[in-house]
């Protein structure tokens, strides 16, 4: 394996063996050290390796070993020749972040956090195996899986308008629930509307530093103290199951179509067959899931704010700012070899970040970029940004977390759950949390800087840091 330095935050491994294209790496001399330590560059070359790949594999700096495909890795397949890999979207699909701004500020917030705190404890389901508040009957279900974020807020949960800070406007096309197996359906009918465990979390935070001031005020953040809050979850075990079901049917189809891969999990199809165009109606599905289920928490998030706070949503400004999907695959224009292209995007641990003028982003966002949101680990902080015009090397994509440094067995030997939690109480930051085992899990030294993972994003011109922001409160699974 042959990697060249391009510049100080820009690395590639160069194309040889089996591999189609070279692998274009985005990170710090420090970062390239611990991406080193695990399985990262080996799996990209795979990657590089599948049938139909275009130009490069992407990988960001929050990059980390995953199944078949780095977490944190971008790579584009021919529209016609290329394929479709589950295993290089994830099994968490649409596991995403959105963001809503107030017009509170620190002092205002301060005196009523614990109370605030527990009501959004109490009020969104979490924790492993948590149950949503609402049950579905199968044909509601399909309503879900067919048209996303937009049957929560027909029936009551959230405003017309978030639709339009969401990518696809909350809903993707494609979706076909008659994809959907029975067994997933039966996983997803009774979470919808909750939190789950692992790495999500929703977070009370307060604007702790402004970068770009004129950005800021056009997503409705005017000063620092301003008080935001940001949900991270996606679509539970139904999209588990998803991707479960499918990767069985790929290993089918690649004996069926003669496909030759380095890894089994990277199992795959032809985009345009059968079975590659059933995976992806199933997958939009499970993506219009997820849009539906943080759409539910963050009208709970809003309740739990006007009981707090006895003064309704519109009057505090609980506006919606954007919601990001991290592991996702869509069909997207992009230049590849010159000219401009329809290519199948797999984006795995990384989030679209598209450039100011995009014609898919809303007009309130089409002259500073769509809105990035990059969390980061309890304790730490997190970043709010922008795509950008220089962005094109990783198809308009950016990282999309802190990124694992350390397994979740190794976290919980390290530091025990009432240790972590009393840490965080210490730096002044509420916790609650269904369980103590996930706080060891996901406590700050397993993870990366989050700083240094946004800096490396900005040097290498993929997207522009707009604000930073602490936690105040945080809710775990």
């Not at 406007?169 to 629930?177: E, N, P, T």
């Not at 499918?246 to 985009?271: H, N, Q, W």
């Amino acid at each position: 394996m042959s990697v060249k330095k391009i510049n100080d935050v820009t690395w590639e491994i160069e194309k040889s063996g089996k591999m189609l294209v070279p692998v274009r790496i985005h990170a710090s001399k420090n970062m390239m050290e611990k991406i080193k330590g695990d399985r990262t560059f080996g799996q990209a070359m795979n990657c590089a390796s599948l049938p139909g790949v275009q130009k490069h594999i992407a990988i960001l700096p929050d990059a980390h070993e995953g199944y078949g495909a780095p977490i944190g890795a971008v790579g584009a397949f021919d529209l016609n020749k290329g394929i479709i890999s589950p295993g290089f979207c994830g099994y968490d699909i649409s596991c995403g972040v959105r963001m809503l701004r107030t017009n509170l500020y620190e002092k205002d917030i301060k005196p009523k956090l614990n109370e605030l705190i527990d009501k959004i404890f109490t009020n969104v389901p979490s924790g492993l195996g948590s149950k949503g508040k609402i049950r579905l009957n199968q044909s509601q279900l399909d309503d879900v899986l067919n048209s996303g974020a937009g049957w929560a807020i027909e029936n009551g949960y959230g405003w017309k308008k978030d639709l339009e800070c969401m990518e696809d406007r909350g809903r993707m096309d494609l979706a076909d629930s008659s994809k959907v197996s029975e067994k997933a359906k039966q996983r997803g009918i009774p979470q919808l509307g909750s939190l789950g465990s692992g790495n999500h979390y929703l977070e009370i935070q307060k604007v702790d530093k402004i970068f770009l001031p004129e950005e800021a005020k056009a997503m409705g953040i005017e000063k620092e103290g301003q008080i935001t809050a940001m949900i991270h979850c996606g679509s539970r075990g139904l999209g588990h199951q998803v991707a479960t079901d499918y990767i069985r049917v790929m290993e089918g189809a690649m004996r069926k179509y003669k496909i030759e891969i380095p890894d089994r999990e990277l199992a795959c199809a032809p985009s345009n067959s059968k079975e590659g165009e059933s995976y992806f109606g199933a997958a939009c599905c499970a993506v219009n899931f997820a849009l539906a289920n943080r759409q539910m928490i963050l009208h709970w998030v809003r309740e739990s704010f006007e009981k707090t706070f006895n003064e309704s949503s519109k009057n505090l400004d609980l506006g919606l700012i954007y919601d990001v999907s991290h592991n996702i695959i869509k069909l997207e224009e992009h230049e590849i070899d010159g000219k401009t292209s329809k290519v199948w995007i797999h984006r795995k641990g990384s989030t679209r970040g598209f450039p100011p003028g995009h014609k898919a982003l809303p007009s309130l966002y089409k002259k500073i970029g769509q809105p990035v949101i990059i969390g980061g680990s309890m304790g730490t902080c997190s970043y709010l940004l922008v795509g950008a015009q220089t962005g094109k090397d990783t198809f308009f994509s950016t990282a999309h977390g802190a990124g694992r440094v350390m397994s979740r067995h190794a976290a919980r030997q390290k530091q025990r759950g009432e240790d972590v939690k009393r840490g965080l109480e210490n730096k002044g930051i509420m916790i609650r949390s269904a369980g103590l085992k996930t706080l060891s899990e996901e406590a700050d030294f397993a993870y990366k800087d989050v700083s240094e993972v946004v800096e490396t994003c900005e040097k290498a011109g993929v997207s522009r840091i707009v604000c930073r922001l602490k936690p105040l409160g945080v809710v775990k699974g």
